[in-house]
């Protein structure tokens, strides 16, 4: 039997990952790997350290291949973290055969070890919203679920959530709260359904929050509905995630459309 090669995704953090403000460095190892739909990947890592803190709706950065000097990396939203096990959560969505992402997401395995930064970002749940609205495709499952059921019970929320199909949906804590919108064979940077559901989504009184995520040309049309709503700019928080066809190798995010 060939011996696992649990080396094969370590590579160097470089220096100037490591000088982010407010992240620290990770060590980690692949404790857990589950397929959760027929796109989506429960990954869970031990390593972070019983004192890693994060926001729900942030993100750890892995580097995934490259070198020190070009390193290759990969932000990945975290879904979940327990301190009592020191195991750390990600969902990791199939997007392409091909990338680093792509291939770390399909081919690693329990015993595997991966190097990288956390938390990241700087869009998580707004204390002061009276409410909260969440867009996005299955690229934003786990910053949307993580961030709605951090709410305080009885906090006004919805969730529109866009999907392949059924198969695709995944249970949560709050799932009354949340709308699962089947795209079937359209491709996700194609279809409307997002924005249709913006146009359509109650808007309650008081200061509020909208957060969109997902595909770089669909938030941005989905930004653009709700500014068309009547929703300030300033309540909006959108994020693109992802881009069919953008070059993000070196830092793991898609360039604005």
């Known amino acids: 039997m060939q011996e696992h090669d649990g080396g094969r995704f370590a590579f ?95 081919q690693t395995r329990p015993g595997d070890r991966v190097n990288g930064v956390g938390p990241r970002g700087k869009i998580f749940v707004d204390p002061a919203a009276e409410w909260h609205l969440f867009l996005g495709d299955e690229s934003a499952i786990a910053a949307t679920l993580a961030m709605l059921e951090s709410l305080p019970a009885g906090t006004p929320a919805a969730a529109y959530l866009e999907v392949p199909g059924a198969d695709d949906q995944v249970p949560s804590r709050v799932g009354e709260q949340i709308t699962w919108l089947h795209r079937a064979a359209t491709p996700a940077e194609l279809s409307e359904l997002l924005v249709a559901a913006m146009r359509a989504a109650e808007v309650p009184a008081g200061r509020g929050r909208v957060y969109i995520n997902g595909e770089v040309k669909v938030v941005a049309a989905v930004r653009e509905a709700a500014l068309a709503r009547g929703i300030d700019e300033e309540a909006i928080a959108p994020k693109a995630y992802w881009g069919r066809g953008k070059a993000n190798a070196n830092n793991g995010e898609p360039e604005r459309a």
């Open 12 to 106: 160097e953090v470089p220096a100037r990952l490591k000088g982010i403000d407010g992240v620290q460095p990770l060590e980690l190892t692949v404790a857990e790997v589950t397929t959760i739909a027929p796109r989506l990947r429960r990954v869970r890592l031990s390593g972070a350290g019983s004192d890693f803190a994060f926001r729900p709706g942030q993100d750890v950065m892995l580097v995934l291949g490259g070198t020190v000097e070009r390193p290759l990396s990969r932000r990945y939203t975290i879904r979940e973290y327990d301190p009592s096990t020191d195991l750390l959560e990600l969902n990791l969505v199939d997007h392409g055969p091909s990338g680093p992402g792509a291939t770390w997401a399909a």
